[in-house]
């Protein structure tokens, strides 16, 4: 459908032919939602897929194209275009969702705006009407876009917060300063204190460290001769181990000499024991090969006699086999004969089975035409005792209903009571909970302050343990450069010296400025943490709260339209009651039941004879199965008078071949077997003499190798023992020289003194007053680096007064700011401004529908009930009312009737988007009324058009949807829309 060109339109057509589908069709491709309470039912019967491709144009500048589909049973799939110089191109974002909030950011309008301004849609024309007050002003304020301002609104009061939280912290800080100031004269007297001090404990030092060096001279020497002493004395302890070694070495090797002479004495008895062990291995060798030919011909011999074994066994289990098959043959034969005995009596029973089957086959017939029947009945039956038990349970339903508004009309007085003292309890809350989040902030801001400061203590401390290994690398003698490595002279050494102690002065002096301020912070997190504590305890019942006044707001709504509700139930309920008694509903079914019932009758079906045939054709179903197991029997029979006289013949070709079995080649080659073990003439007990003896003669082979080595080596030895004799001597000699140069070295150590303890009296003197001057160098870096740091405090205070004083001005400005775009603020302001211009143009409207007899009236405040202890003042409460009044006067809006009710939501929603329309902001430029003329009579219906035409310049186009023939020939545009079996099809008239 194009709409180009159209402005004024008649959708016509008859009753469910599609028009609000059209309709339907706009908001489900824009918005994704519709009249279907399932995705897939916006597909039509028998399709596979929905698909809607709308175009339209934003403000007579940009011209989009929204295509959405949805396959049955699967996912939608949504796209955005924009029409360009070269057509259409896609801006769809990734996923439906983005793409869906991509065209609401576009439109600027989403679904319930729409359908509470320029819809009037079928059945909902009262849409914006039954909204409650908050929601009516709410979807104003989207329609005028006053959700920026709320935006506004919360980016003043968290810059509001965000400056008093820095003011808050310039104050704290600023007390803090001033409290450090005072204590700049108190710094300046302790640094002259101990100067002094130091003064006199580096005179005392520099004394010591003289005497030290002298003793240190002395001691040095001694310790040499020490030193010398002990290496002479690991000399001789040496030696002495060296020539003990020597000794035991010569006295093994005399030992090993002597045994070796026993042996060369033993040659000849050797030498005749070891050529007798040589003819006992040959005689055992002969005997070996006698012995494993003997073996091979006796495996042989034990092989056939197995093969031998083994075919006369087969033979004979053959035989038995064939004896078992003939005998159970023969007894299978006569059990058959027995079997085939009774074949008259079985073709009898065979015969009744067949009669019994043809009856059956009958009351089969007859069972299939009564059985769509029968469920027939069961449908009808089952659709009037569903209808009576709804109807039973709607009639209990209204009596539930009855008493539950009857018990909720009771309680009004006592619903408002608790909604006004659950409102109090609620302010109450919110009012603590915006200091509870205060709270929080500002412990998170402590929580990020001290993980910087411990940060920097980390950074101090690593630098101060650095700079006191530099220094004891600078007290060491001959010390070094620690940056160059260069030799440092007297002077160089002072200047490196008193710039490394400066330093770690300074940097003291920042590590215990770091540490006051983390113990402050820490102190001042507890107690933030002690508060938050106590407020939220107090939170505990806010969600219950807020809920407890939704109910009592929803249960207080509701009672104004319980009275007339009760009347309308109380009806209802003597009509469904007078309904039940007289089973009036459902007469169609009911008469088609008896129909039934009749016909059912007369074909006299009856199942217990159908269940007493089929039990007939079981009992006899035996003799078809005896039947045909006797024709198998007889086949078995003649197959048994076939066999038996092959397995007869095989038994005695079996008995002859076992009676032939001496017969065989295998008996005359176990003949020859035997005849060769006898020639080969092989004695074990010989053989078994001759190994025994082989064994004992063993030990002369042994016997000769001994005599062997020992005669190459014998001569080795000899020269051994004269070189350990000649060395032995030498190591007495050397010995006795390192006992005299011991005797030298001990006469020198004697004339010397042992100043050790008089040395480590010193060094421990000079170590403690060192690190005493260590500490009090510290402490006077320490102060020199505080009056530092307090001179540089005294300008950051006067900086940091100046600051606050911005901070305060800057949380003045963002409260009132906050104030400003708050709900209470322009928001209202702007509301009560477009009240009245829409209060006009709904009355003009309404004046021309209703010939100058209704009046609307929107009211932005009420008054209320508060309290304030016992004291109870009045208090004013934001709504957005609508009074109605007529000739006798101000009534409510439910008290019209369906057509006087309609004029005033059509004139209100008219009203509302011809506003819309007129605001630069607002880009609407459709006007959509669906099936609204129903209620009206024919004047109604002529000033419901009168009023379009009247409204038709401000629109570039207004859809009016009827079903009423007499009405669509008002309009010259017409879309007629009608309905076939293809689906409904549309038709432009002009």
């Avoid at 959405?68 to 996912?75: E, F, I, V």
């Avoid at 053989?687 to 001994?706: I, S």
Wanted: hydrophobic share 35%; aromatic share 6%.
């Amino acid at each position: 459908m194009d709409f180009r060109g159209l402005h004024t339109v008649c959708i016509c057509g008859s009753n469910g032919a599609g028009k609000s589908s059209l309709l339907e069709a706009i908001t489900w491709a824009i918005w994704g939602q519709s009249r279907a309470g399932i995705e897939d039912d916006v597909i039509h019967a028998g399709a596979k897929e929905a698909r809607v491709n709308f175009t339209f144009q934003m403000s007579l500048m940009q011209t989009y194209r929204v295509i959405r589909s949805h396959p049955r049973g699967g996912t939608s799939v949504l796209e955005l275009q924009v029409e360009t110089p070269d057509g259409f191109r896609a801006i769809t974002a990734k996923g439906l969702r983005a793409t869906q909030e991509l065209i609401l950011q576009h439109i600027k309008l989403d679904y319930d705006t729409f359908v509470n301004s320029a819809y009037l849609r079928q059945g909902r024309a009262d849409e914006f009407m039954v909204k409650r007050p908050s929601d009516r002003k709410q979807i104003l304020a989207e329609l005028l876009k006053l959700n920026q301002y709320d935006d506004l609104e919360e980016s003043s009061k968290d810059l509001s917060r965000h400056f008093k939280i820095r003011a808050e912290e310039s104050s704290r800080l600023l007390a803090e300063m001033k409290e450090r100031l005072q204590e700049r004269e108190e710094i300046s007297q302790q640094k002259q204190d101990l100067a002094q001090e130091l003064n006199q404990l580096q005179q005392l030092q520099e004394l010591d460290q003289t005497k030290l060096q002298n003793l240190l001279v002395i001691q040095h020497q001694r310790k040499t001769w020490e030193e010398q002493l002990e290496f002479v004395y690991k000399q001789h302890q040496g030696l002495f181990h060296d020539k003990e070694r020597l000794k035991k070495e010569k006295s093994s090797l005399q030992i090993q000499l002597d045994q070796m002479e026993e042996i060369l004495q033993q040659k000849t008895e050797i030498e005749v024991g070891y050529s007798q062990y040589q003819q006992l291995q040959s005689q055992e060798e002969v005997l070996a090969a006698k012995f494993e030919n003997f073996t091979h011909w006796q495996e042989l011999k034990q092989q056939k006699q197995q093969e031998l074994d083994q075919d006369f066994k087969v033979l004979e289990q053959e035989l038995q086999e064939a004896r078992a098959t003939l005998n159970i043959l023969t007894q299978k034969e006569q059990e058959i004969g027995k079997i085939l005995a009774k074949i008259g009596e079985v073709e009898t029973a065979f015969a009744k089975l067949n009669s019994a089957r043809k009856n059956l086959a009958e009351l089969d017939q007859l069972q299939m035409q009564v059985s769509p029947l029968l469920r027939k009945r069961i449908n009808l039956q089952t659709q009037i005792d569903r209808e009576q038990a709804s109807l039973a349970a709607r009639l209990e339903l209204l009596e539930l209903t009855q008493d539950d508004l009857k018990s909720c009309q009771e309680n009004q007085h006592q619903l408002q009571q608790s909604v006004t003292e659950v409102a109090m309890q609620i302010e109450g809350i919110e009012k603590k909970r915006v200091y509870l989040q205060r709270v929080q902030e500002k412990g998170q801001e402590r929580r990020n302050f001290i993980e910087r400061l411990q940060a920097q203590q980390l950074e101090y401390e690593g630098l101060l343990e650095k700079l006191e290994q530099k220094l004891q690398m600078l007290q060491t003698p001959n010390a070094i450069c620690p940056l160059c490595e260069y030799p440092l002279d007297e002077h160089h050494w002072n200047r490196v010296i008193d710039k490394t102690k400066e330093e770690y002065r300074d940097t003291e002096g920042q590590l215990w400025v770091v540490r006051e301020q983390i113990a402050f912070s820490d102190r001042e997190i507890q107690v933030l943490r002690q508060e938050y504590r106590e407020v939220s305890q107090q939170l505990i019942h806010y969600d219950y709260l807020l809920e407890r006044r939704g109910q009592l707001a929803a249960k207080l709504e509701n009672n104004s339209y319980n009275k007339q509700r009760l009347q309308e139930i109380s009806q209802g309920r003597e009509d469904l009651k007078q309904l039940v008694q007289s089973k009036g509903y459902l007469p169609k079914q009911q008469q088609e039941l008896q129909e039934l019932d009749t016909y059912l009758q007369k074909l006299n079906y009856d199942e217990q004879k159908h269940i007493l045939a089929r039990n007939e054709v079981e009992i006899w179903r035996w003799s078809e199965v005896r039947l045909s197991q006797m024709k198998d029997n007889l086949k078995q029979k003649a197959e048994i008078q076939v066999r038996k006289p092959e397995i007869q013949e095989q038994i005695v070709k079996l008995e002859s071949s076992i009676n032939q079995y001496h017969n065989s080649p295998i008996y005359q080659e176990m003949q020859h077997i035997k005849k060769q073990i006898n020639d080969i003439g092989y004695d074990g007990e010989k053989h078994q003499k001759t190994r025994l003896y082989l064994r004992k003669a063993q030990c002369w082979q042994l016997r000769y190798q001994q005599l062997i080595t020992v005669t190459g080596q014998y001569p080795e030895l000899q020269d051994r023992l004269q070189e350990l004799t000649a060395s032995l001597s030498f190591r007495l000699s050397e010995e006795q020289r390192l006992i005299e140069q011991v005797n030298q070295i001990q006469e020198q150590l004697a004339n010397t003194a042992d100043h050790l303890d008089q040395i480590q009296v010193l060094e421990e003197q000079t170590a403690i007053r060192r690190k005493e001057l260590d500490k009090k160098i510290a402490q006077l870096g320490s102060l020199e680096q505080m009056a530092m740091q307090l001179e540089a405090l005294q300008k950051q205070y006067e900086e940091q007064q100046q600051q606050l004083q911005e901070y305060c001005r800057q949380n003045r400005i963002y409260q009132e700011l906050a104030q400003a775009f708050g709900k209470n603020g322009i928001q209202t302001l702007m509301i009560e401004n477009i009240l009245p211009q829409l209060e006009a143009g709904a009355n003009q409207l309404l004046s021309r529908l209703s010939a100058n007899q209704l009046h609307v009236q929107f009211v932005t405040q009420k008054a209320g009930r508060g309290s304030r202890g016992k004291k109870k003042t009045a208090k004013l409460i934001e709504t957005l009312d609508i009074l109605i009044a007529d000739a006798r006067g101000t009534r409510a809006y439910e008290t019209y009737s369906g057509g006087e009710a309609f004029r005033i939501n059509f004139a209100i929603r008219l009203a509302l988007a011809k506003l819309l329309a007129q605001r630069a902001g607002a880009a609407l430029q459709l006007l959509i009324v669906d099936e609204g003329f129903g209620t009206q009579d024919k004047e109604g219906c002529d000033r419901l058009i009168s009023a379009i035409n009247t409204i038709a310049p401000d629109f570039a186009c207004i859809l009016t949807v009827t079903h009423m023939p007499h009405l669509k020939e008002a309009f010259q545009v017409r879309i007629e829309v009608n309905k076939n079996q293809q689906g409904s099809q549309l038709s432009l008239l002009i």
